[in-house]
């Protein structure tokens, strides 16, 4: 190979190292199942990962603005459990736009917390996982949730309807991803995320107000999280009140497997949506192939360790650091 076209190839996956990874996987486990390329198998796969998927979409701008919200999955506990309950005595036109109020100003509580108060992002949210889990109990008694009559409710047409043949929790997840794609990446408020992230010190002497775009992180981040319970309790019309635990790690993963840097200051939200894809595709694969469901963790961790690493020898253009 000459030194043009190893140049030519470092460049490429340099730029979609991820994304190349993604389509080595799907080669893999397409060769190793025949039904793994299934349009139905496909569809399946993209419709499980749409919870985590917008859940990840918000935390990417949380990330890239240098910080974590480990809040995530306690929060979508919460906010399906209180659409609901809130369905049964308000009825679903209520009860939705209640949910997103009452989940938002826990995206704002938080945003006080880091963006105006300055405290550790850390351990703001790994505080109020604790505390979001136990106002979710508190809500609901320690019980699990079920709507009445599951027959006669609109409800159920967010997590399990389809418009043209496509199910409406794929085309929430495409929807929102494209819409906070064009203002991660096209907007000011985007350009500033980016700079916060990068060097908040520089961002505030030039001008960015550092405090409000990390606000608004965890706002969009808490609106995610909603719409996530949104289609979670509609897929069900019931849910335990603890739905959403552990997701958190999940949510990250995928977020940091898409490229997304925990120093803050780069990633996208088109890489986030790989890397929730290739978590999905992962699991499935190894399932299709006959693995144990709890080798599949360790397998999938293993996978997920690799791809990031190829993916930084890619940017760096070696395999290991020159640092010892």
């Keep these: ?48 990962s749409a919870i985590l998927g917008v859940m990840a979409l918000g935390v990417t701008f949380v990330v890239i603005g240098g910080n974590l919200d480990l809040s995530v999955g306690s ?5 399906t459990i209180v659409v609901l309950d809130l369905h049964d005595k308000l009825g679903p036109t209520l009860a ?42 508190t809500w609901s008694g320690g019980k699990n949730m079920d709507i009445a009559d599951k027959e006669a409710t609109w409800f159920s ?3 399990q309807g389809d418009i043209v043949g496509i199910p409406v929790p794929i085309l929430i ?3 929102l991803a494209g819409a906070l794609s064009l203002v991660l990446g096209r907007t000011p408020f985007g350009r500033k995320v980016y700079a916060v992230g990068g060097n908040g010190v520089a961002a505030t002497f030039s001008g960015v107000p550092r405090a409000r775009v990390v606000f608004f992180t965890y706002l969009i ?28 790690l999940e949510v990250l993963a995928a977020v940091i497997l898409g490229g997304a840097s925990l120093l803050g200051g780069s990633g996208t939200v088109f890489k986030t949506v790989i890397g929730v894809l290739i978590l999905g595709f992962i699991q499935n694969g190894l399932l299709l192939v006959g693995l144990e469901f ?20 890619a940017k760096r253009g070696r395999l290991w650091s020159s640092i010892a």
């Excluded at 929060?75 to 906010?79: A, T």
């Excluded at 880091?114 to 505080?127: E, H, P």
């Excluded at 996978?303 to 930084?312: G, P």
């Design 1 to 48: 190979m000459s030194a043009m076209t190893r140049q030519g190839v470092a460049k490429l996956l340099a730029r979609q190292g991820i994304l190349v990874a993604f389509v080595l996987f799907m080669v893999v486990f397409a060769i190793a199942n025949q039904r793994f390329l299934a349009i139905d198998n496909i569809s399946g796969v993209i419709r499980s």
């Design 75 to 79: 929060m979508m506990s919460f906010s």
């Design 96 to 137: 939705i736009p209640a949910m997103f109020g009452l989940t938002l100003l826990l995206g704002a509580f938080i945003g006080v917390l880091v963006g105006y108060l300055k405290l550790n992002s850390l351990i703001v949210t790994l505080g109020m996982l604790s505390a979001i889990h136990g106002l979710t109990l």
């Design 157 to 159: 047409v967010f997590g």
């Design 173 to 175: 997840f495409a929807l």
């Design 221 to 248: 981040s808490a609106f995610c999280v909603a719409t996530a319970g949104l289609i979670q309790a509609s897929r069900s019309l019931g849910s335990q009140n603890t739905v959403g635990q552990g997701m958190e």
């Design 294 to 313: 709890y080798a599949q963790y360790i397998v999938t961790w293993i996978i997920i360790i690799l791809a990031v690493w190829l993916d930084i020898a």
